[in-house]
């Protein structure tokens, strides 16, 4: 059973759109929920992460939106460059045992100039 | 910054062989995981730990122990490899409860692996 699934599998967006990635998830009691990027040969790292008291978190130019109703979240990347082009994971964990991450199958983004 | 350094970076092996990958971390991180990354399939946790001694089973345990010898050192062993078991390797650690960014999981560099 897939707990967190993610889309779209590849993206690709102009330079200056705003790229949206979609992620949804199965289990309600999911508590946390990060975003991690990856470029080409390197290893993932956090780029920002949200908790369903609040239904946005903004960081520059990236923001989560969170809808717990429905269960999805997303990340907008506005004003998009080139350099934002990476595989982009989404994840979740629970409120016990947080330090477990579930993570998406990630999207590929293209930033195209 | 944390630090994750991950031993051999590469490693090739035939089908049946005994392989051993290294995890380090030096930032007093009490969580470390094992992943594997396949183009298709994202990022899929094979084993994690909460300290020294200790062991959980991810999603994806089947062929594959570890061991936590102490806080910085955790070990990935594939005790009869399987082809099946080529992919990218990368270990994670995290502060854990009460810890500054307590969730964030920082990533070493990756181990490929490739069983013939």
């Known amino acids: 059973q897939q707990q967190v699934r993610q889309s779209p599998q590849s993206l690709t967006v102009w330079e200056g759109e705003t790229a949206i990635l979609n992620c949804s998830y199965e289990?309600?009691?999911?508590?946390?929920f990060p975003w991690y990027h990856q470029f080409p040969g390197e290893s993932p790292a956090l780029l920002i992460a949200?908790?369903?008291?609040?239904n946005k978190k903004e960081d520059g130019r990236f923001t989560i939106f969170f809808n717990k109703r429905e269960k999805k979240f997303s990340l907008h990347i506005a004003d998009s460059q080139p350099g934002d082009s990476a595989t982009y994971f989404c994840?979740?964990?629970?409120?016990?045992?947080?330090?477990?991450?579930?993570f998406g199958k990630g999207t590929q983004l293209i930033i195209q100039p | 910054e944390a630090a994750v350094t991950q031993s051999p970076r590469n490693k090739v092996t035939v089908t049946g062989g005994n392989v051993t990958l290294s995890c380090r971390q030096t930032?007093?991180?009490?969580?470390m995981y094992w992943y594997r990354q396949d183009t298709g399939h994202g990022l899929r946790l094979i084993h994690y730990?909460?300290?020294?001694?200790?062991?959980q089973i991810g999603d994806v345990p089947d062929g594959y122990k570890a061991t936590r010898t102490t806080q910085e050192d955790f070990f990935l062993l594939l005790e009869l490899a399987s082809p099946s078991q080529t992919s990218l390797y990368f270990c994670?650690?995290?502060?854990?409860?009460?810890?500054?960014?307590?969730?964030?999981?920082?990533f070493g560099p990756g181990t490929r692996l490739l069983v013939l």
């Open positions: 994670a650690s995290s502060p854990g409860l009460g810890g500054f960014n307590q969730d964030t999981q920082y």
């Open positions: 949200i908790r369903p008291v609040s």
């Open positions: 994840a979740a964990s629970w409120a016990e045992g947080a330090d477990r991450l579930t």
């Open positions: 930032n007093s991180h009490n969580y």
């Open positions: 730990s909460y300290g020294a001694g200790n062991l």
């Open positions: 289990d309600s009691t999911f508590d946390y």
